[in-house]
């Protein structure tokens, strides 16, 4: 088990050995390309590859590799109205796949890598229930009223938030670091019907793969900006990807819900660093898989966006009442409603959101 010091939207937490503050690491620049789930990779063909019609075509229709990945970099499909004639999906040969370089995986890639299979199953109960609806129920206001527009899920781990979005009716481009999480998504949006999503592996803090001011809606739900390494770099990739007016709708860990954990350390200095840094890490036992947390109060996730370019739009703590904790009260489901009416009484409330283990955002990009 897991955890970040002021959970509420992952799984439990660690028995933690040790409460150091991550270290920068380095910023390798992450390749870019799209995933083939292996066990649905042969409903793909190269007549129908999202990539390998946009590369050079040759005689039998299979895509060339690129001569050199960093200069011929294949582009995902233009984002915009549905082509009937495409999957959106890419084929095991076409040169996104050849272009796959060998890397280092960053730490947040390698845990999510190994929790995929298993990260669904921790996420049905009631309580997670309830939590899910609070999210829809702020998405839903914000959804493109043209069901033609381009969204994208960023970090969209199984695939949650995008099969929902695919059951609405938009054409999803999916995109995370991890490849297993993409294949998890992959099913989950082929199970749904959904034989035109995109899947991109790729790191938030480099997008260019995406094509630019195209899509009218960006999910990042489950705090995947504040794991970057830069999360005004990964705000400002997604602002150049979405359409002018486009709205980028993210969750981010709460600073002040950290709090109790750095205290429980009885060190003031670690408290300090974490007060100035707004930086801790997700602990789990292995060290190489300890990813950086990046944690904002409300003034603070505020001037972080308008920095990046976005206007906030509206901003919920979620969830004021830590129900986390008291997930039995929410078994019942006439209890279930009244719980539900009482939290959102409290959740835009300037004073009661600093409670909350998390913030959701609606933030519009500047033109
Ligand atoms: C807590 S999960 C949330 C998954 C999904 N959005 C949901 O709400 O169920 C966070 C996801 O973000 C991805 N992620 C974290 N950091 C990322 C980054 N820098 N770039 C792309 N994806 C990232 C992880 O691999 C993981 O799948």
Not at 173 to 179: A, E, L, M, N, Q
Request: hydrophobic share 35%; with cysteine; proline share 6%.
């Amino acid at each position: 088990m897991s955890g970040s010091p002021n959970q509420g939207t992952r799984s439990g937490i660690d028995k933690l050995a040790d409460v150091g503050l991550a270290t920068p690491r380095s910023t390798a620049a992450i390749a870019v390309f799209s995933v083939v789930n292996p066990a649905s990779a042969n409903r793909y063909d190269h007549a129908k590859c999202a990539s390998c019609s946009t590369a050079t075509p040759s005689s039998n229709n299979a895509a060339q590799p690129p001569a050199a990945v960093s200069i011929t970099r294949p582009q995902p499909r233009a984002a915009g109205p549905r082509d009937p004639t495409s999957t959106g999906r890419h084929c095991r040969d076409c040169p996104y796949n050849r272009g796959m370089a060998k890397r280092r995986k960053q730490s947040v890639e390698k845990y999510h890598d190994r929790v995929a299979a298993r990260y669904d199953d921790s996420y049905e109960d009631a309580y997670w229930q309830w939590h899910d609806e609070i999210t829809w129920d702020h998405i839903k206001p914000h959804l493109p009223t043209d069901q033609r527009a381009p969204v994208l899920d960023l970090g969209c781990g199984t695939g949650k938030w995008a099969a929902k979005l695919s059951k609405s009716g938009y054409a999803v481009t999916c995109v995370d670091i991890s490849r297993s999480m993409l294949e998890r998504a992959d099913t989950k949006l082929a199970e749904a019907g959904d034989t035109l999503a995109t899947l991109l592996q790729a790191d938030l803090c480099d997008l260019s793969a995406l094509p630019r001011n195209q899509f009218a809606l960006a999910l990042a739900m489950g705090d995947p900006i504040g794991c970057s390494e830069s999360p005004a770099r990964a705000l400002k990739e997604i602002r150049q990807t979405l359409a002018p007016g486009g709205v980028l709708i993210a969750t981010f860990d709460n600073k002040l819900s950290a709090l109790d954990f750095y205290l429980s350390k009885a060190d003031p200095k670690t408290m300090e660093e974490f007060l100035r840094s707004g930086r801790t890490k997700w602990f789990t036992r292995d060290h190489d898989e300890r990813f950086p947390v990046h944690t904002y109060t409300p003034s603070q996730l505020r001037n972080l966006l308008a920095a990046a370019g976005y206007e906030v739009v509206d901003m919920i703590g979620k969830t004021v009442l830590p129900m986390r904790h008291h997930r039995h009260v929410l078994e019942d489901s006439a209890a279930r409603r009244r719980w539900m009416k009482i939290e959102k009484s409290l959740h835009r409330d300037d004073s009661a959101i600093g409670r909350a283990s998390h913030f959701q955002v609606i933030a519009r990009a500047g033109a």
